[in-house]
C-alpha cells in the first residue's frame, strides 16, 4: 500500500521489526510516567537487574495521588506519602527527570507534556495511562499502556503491539454558539458508543476540527479513548508550529525551522483509505451531558433522560441500570436537574482556556450556595497563567477557590471525594459508577456547562441556546456498532 | 514478570452478563495506592461485591454459592476505561485464568495476555445461548484448549475458535515475559536508533 495516513506515517517509522504475526516492535520517542502505574515496572527492572535504556527519553510527574491543597505540607495518608516517595526513588535511582510535587513544571501528565514542548508532531507517545490519547492533538501517535509495557518500554524503549487499523472522523462545518471540543467528543461517543472505535486509531479532520485551538483538539483527543478507540490524533498545522514553537522542550531556531520541514510532510495522503470513515456535521451537534454512567450516555443539555423501554415494549437492561444508579426516571428533563458539586479540572478540561471559559461566565455572579465548587488547574503552569492573568481575582469575587494541580476528582484517589448519592457536573472524562468516589453519580460536561451549574445549582442551558423539540439524539442500533470478533481485531 | 503458562481449562464460567464492564468496576482508584502486584483479588469488584459498610452483598455472583470457577464470562467491550493494569492483576489474583466476552477493549486485553490471562472473543450468534445455558446449569463446562485454538461447550453442539496471534499464543502456552525478549532485541533497537 503507498498511499499512507499520518498514523501509518508515524507508525511506520517507527517499526524497529515486524513478528511473522504482524505485530510490532515499535519505538518510543516519549514516554511519561507517574506515581500509580509506575512502581511494579520499577521493580521488574530491579528483579531483572537492567538499567533503564534510554532514561532521557522519560519523563515523571507525581499527579494522580496527590492533594490538592496545601502541597507545601507532608502527604498524611501513609500509603499515598509512600507511593508519591517511591516515584521520586525510582527516578533518582533510575536518572529520569522528575518533576515532583511543587515543582514549577508539575501537574497532570497529559496537560504538562504538551505545555513543555515534550510531546511534538510525529513522535510516537506512550504513558501509563488510557488518556495519553490525548497527545494526538500534536499530530503524534499516542496511547495508554499497562505496567508489564511500561516495563517494556523503560528496558527496551519499545513495545511490542499489532497496528491498530485507521478510522477517519470528519466534522465539518461550524459549531454553534456554546458548543465546544468537549461537546462534540460527547456527542460523538453517544453516536459510536463505547466500545464504537475498539481496534483502531482515529484521526479527526475536517474544518470543524481545523478551527479548533490546540486546548479544544487536546480535548477531543483526550476523550477518543471513551469511545475505545487506541488514539486520536489530528493533521499538525500552523496552529500546532505556532503552539510548539517557543515551548520549554520544543527545537529553537535552525533545529525548529528543520523539524518544521518535517511536520509539515505528515498529511494523509490523498487516496489513503480508511478502514472506517464518518462524517459529522458542526452544525447538528448540541451542548451535550451524560445522564448515564458511561460516556457513550450523553445526550444534548435541552433533552430528557430517555426511556427504559423501546416502542415494542423491551426492556433496555443497560439504561435501567444506569438510571436507578443516577437516581433518575425516563422522560426527566435533564436542564433543572440539581447539582451539588461542580468540578472543572483533569487532563481533558484543567487547561488556561478551559479556565479561561469558566471564568468569563461566572464573573459577576455568584456561586450557588448549595454547590461545592473544585476548581483545580492542570499544572503548576496554568496555575500561575491563571493568577497572572487575574482569573483567581474572577473567581474568588464569584466565590470559588482556585487549588493546586492534580488529576484530584476526576479519580478520586486523594481526598477529593464526591459522596455517595450526591450529584457532580464535572468536566473530566469518565462517569464509571463511583469514579468521583463510592456512589457518586457524575454528568461530564463542558466547563462552559460546568460554570452555569455551579451558578444556578441546577443543570442549565447556556444562554443563547434555542432547545428545538427534536433536539434528541435518534438512538444508535446497539448492535450494528459490534463487529463480530474477526482475527484482524486481534490486538 | 513472567507468569504461569497457560493451556487447557475444564471449568465452569462464572456469569457476568453486562456490556461495558469498566476498569473502575473491575477494581477502583482507591485501591491502586499499593505499590506491588499482591493482593488486587481481594478488591475484585468492590463496588458491586460489597456494601457501604463492606459487608458481602448477597445478590453478587461472586458471593453466592457457586462453583469454583477459573473462567469469567462478561458481556460487550469487557475491561473498557482505565490502563490500570491492576484489573488483570485482581483477576488473577482471584483466580480467573481466562476472561470470554463479546469483545475487550484493547488495552485490556493486551494487560490480560501480559499477565498470564486468555481473552476470549465469544461469537455474537452463541453469547445468548451459552449465558442461558449456565443460568440453568450454574455447573455446566467449559472445555478450552489454546493449543488447538478451540472453545467446546460441554455436552453441545457449540464449538468456536479462539481468535488469537500465533505469537502471543506462544507466549501464553511458554508463559514467555516480553520485556525479557525486548531485552534481547537492544542491539537491533540501538542500530535503528542511528540509522533515523
Ligand atoms: S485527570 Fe483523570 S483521566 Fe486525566 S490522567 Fe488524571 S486521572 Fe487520568
Known amino acids: 500500500m503507498s498511499s499512507k495516513t499520518i498514523f501509518d506515517k508515524i507508525w511506520d517509522a517507527h517499526e524497529v521489526s515486524t513478528l511473522e504475526d504482524r505485530s510490532s516492535v515499535l519505538y518510543i520517542d516519549r514516554h511519561y510516567i507517574h506515581e500509580v502505574t509506575s512502581p511494579q515496572a520499577f521493580d521488574g527492572l530491579r528483579q531483572r537487574e537492567v538499567s533503564v535504556f534510554r532514561p532521557e527519553r522519560t519523563f515523571g510527574t507525581a499527579d494522580h495521588n496527590v492533594p490538592t491543597l496545601n502541597q507545601h505540607l507532608p502527604i498524611s495518608e501513609p500509603a499515598s506519602a509512600a507511593q508519591i516517595s517511591t516515584l521520586s526513588k525510582n527516578c533518582e535511582d533510575f536518572g529520569i527527570s522528575l518533576f515532583e510535587l511543587g515543582h514549577e513544571w508539575n501537574g497532570i501528565v497529559h496537560v504538562i507534556g504538551p505545555e513543555l514542548g515534550l510531546t511534538l508532531p510525529g513522535m510516537t507517545v506512550v504513558c501509563g495511562d488510557s488518556h495519553t490519547s490525548t497527545h494526538g492533538a500534536f499530530g503524534a501517535v499516542a496511547f495508554g499502556i499497562g505496567t508489564s509495557e511500561v516495563e517494556m518500554v523503560l528496558a527496551s524503549q519499545c513495545v511490542l503491539q499489532r497496528k491498530p487499523k485507521n478510522m477517519k472522523i470528519e466534522i465539518n462545518g461550524q459549531l454553534p454558539k456554546n458548543v465546544t471540543a468537549k461537546d462534540v467528543a460527547l456527542y460523538v461517543i453517544s453516536k459510536l458508543g463505547t466500545g464504537g472505535g475498539t481496534g483502531h486509531f482515529v484521526e479527526f479532520c475536517g474544518s470543524a476540527i481545523r478551527s479548533m485551538s490546540m486546548e479544544g483538539r487536546m480535548t477531543l483527543c483526550n476523550m477518543s479513548i471513551e469511545m475505545g478507540a487506541r488514539g486520536g490524533l489530528i493533521q499538525p498545522d500552523e496552529t500546532t508550529f505556532e503552539y510548539v514553537r517557543d515551548l520549554k522542550f520544543a527545537p529553537k531556531e535552525e533545529d525548529y525551522n528543520n523539524s518544521l520541514e518535517k511536520w509539515k510532510m505528515l498529511t494523509t495522503d490523498p487516496d489513503a483509505e480508511f478502514h472506517d470513515e464518518y462524517f459529522f456535521k458542526a452544525e447538528d451537534i448540541p451542548v451535550m451531558i451524560t445522564w448515564g454512567t458511561n460516556p457513550g450516555l450523553a445526550i444534548p443539555v435541552t433533552a430528557n433522560v430517555p426511556e427504559v423501554k423501546d416502542e415494542n415494549g423491551a426492556v433496555d437492561v443497560e439504561v435501567q441500570a444506569a438510571q436507578e444508579y443516577m437516581g433518575l426516571t425516563s422522560g426527566q428533563a435533564m436542564a433543572g436537574q440539581k447539582i451539588d458539586y461542580a468540578f472543572l479540572g483533569s487532563c481533558t478540561n484543567g487547561r488556561i482556556e478551559d479556565l479561561r471559559e469558566f471564568a468569563r461566565i461566572v464573573e459577576g455572579k455568584q456561586k450557588s450556595p448549595d454547590v461545592i465548587a473544585w476548581i483545580v488547574p492542570g499544572s503548576q503552569q496554568v496555575l500561575k497563567q491563571a493568577q497572572a492573568e487575574g482569573i483567581d481575582q474572577i473567581l474568588e469575587k464569584a466565590g470559588f477557590g482556585l487549588r493546586e494541580p492534580g488529576c484530584s476528582a476526576c479519580l478520586a484517589m486523594n481526598e477529593d471525594k464526591v459522596p455517595e448519592g450526591k450529584y457532580c457536573i464535572s468536566t473530566s472524562n469518565r462517569n464509571f459508577e463511583g469514579r468521583q468516589g463510592p456512589g457518586s453519580r457524575t454528568f461530564l460536561a463542558s466547563p462552559v456547562s460546568t460554570a452555569y451549574a455551579a451558578i444556578t445549582g441546577k443543570i442549565t442551558i447556556p444562554d443563547s441556546l434555542i432547545p428545538t423539540p427534536d433536539s434528541r439524539l435518534p438512538t444508535p442500533d446497539p448492535d450494528s456498532l459490534i463487529p463480530n470478533p474477526d482475527p484482524s481485531h486481534v490486538i | ?196
Not at chain 2, 97 to 117: L, T, W, Y
Not at chain 2, 166 to 194: P, W
Request: hydrophobic fraction near 40%.
Open chain 2, 1 to 196: 514478570m513472567s507468569f504461569k503458562p497457560i493451556n487447557k481449562f475444564n471449568s465452569p464460567a462464572i456469569l457476568l452478563p453486562v456490556d461495558n464492564i469498566d476498569t473502575d468496576q473491575i477494581i477502583p482508584a482507591r485501591f491502586l495506592k499499593a505499590t506491588t502486584r499482591e493482593g488486587f483479588g481481594e478488591h475484585l469488584f468492590t463496588g458491586w461485591r460489597y456494601d457501604k459498610n463492606g459487608n458481602p452483598n448477597p445478590d453478587f455472583i461472586l458471593n453466592k454459592e457457586i462453583p469454583k470457577a477459573e473462567i469469567l464470562l462478561a458481556g460487550h467491550n469487557f475491561g473498557c476505561g482505565s490502563s490500570r493494569e491492576h484489573a488483570a492483576w485482581s483477576l488473577h489474583d482471584y483466580g480467573f485464568k481466562v476472561v470470554m466476552a463479546r469483545g475487550f477493549a484493547d488495552i485490556f486485553r493486551n494487560n490480560a495476555m501480559n499477565n498470564g490471562i486468555l481473552p476470549i472473543d465469544i461469537p455474537n450468534q452463541y453469547y445468548s445461548k451459552i449465558v442461558s445455558m449456565i443460568q440453568e446449569n450454574p455447573d455446566q463446562r467449559i472445555l478450552i484448549s489454546l493449543e488447538c485454538e478451540l472453545v467446546e461447550i460441554a455436552n453441545s453442539n457449540i464449538a468456536f475458535p479462539i481468535v488469537i496471534s500465533s505469537f502471543r499464543k506462544q507466549c501464553l502456552m511458554e508463559g514467555t515475559d516480553l520485556v525479557d525478549y525486548l531485552i534481547q532485541q537492544h542491539e537491533i533497537i540501538a542500530t535503528f536508533e542511528n540509522k533515523r
